[in-house]
């Protein structure tokens, strides 16, 4: 059963930096994409960034370009996102989610954490 575990998210002031993780268990995630993705409160859940695991090919949203880093750790099995240069407009839950490269739709989630950037 494949789990993705979300942490690292808090309250932070803009203009910090905060690192969530998603650990990845439940199987070989070879030729998956890993993703992150965030909801505001009445918003749309919306991409943040994505990871192809094999290759490390990476791909971000606009409003995150510059700003956040998304990484791996192949033995760990975890995903990371560095989040720096925080603004308050990316207060959300971000989750973490996994698809397998030939699929348009993500079929794993995480449970979501959240993030909170105070002006």
């Known amino acids: 059963q494949v789990q993705l575990v979300e942490s690292g998210g808090g309250l932070v002031q803009a203009g910090g930096s905060l690192r969530l993780s998603c650990a990845a268990s439940?199987?070989?995630?070879?030729?998956?994409?890993m993703g992150w993705f965030r909801q505001a409160p009445g918003k749309e859940r919306e991409f943040v960034a994505a990871m192809t695991w094999n290759s490390g090919n990476t791909y971000y949203s606009d409003s995150v370009k510059g700003r956040f880093t998304i990484s791996r750790d192949n033995a760990r099995n975890t995903v990371y996102l560095q989040m720096n240069n925080l603004k308050p407009e990316d207060t959300a839950v971000y989750y973490c989610?996994?698809?397998?490269?030939?699929?348009?739709?993500?079929?794993?989630w995480g449970q979501g954490t959240q993030v909170t950037v105070s002006s």
């Open positions: 439940g199987r070989t995630f070879s030729g998956y994409i």
């Open positions: 989610a996994a698809r397998y490269y030939t699929t348009s739709y993500y079929d794993y």
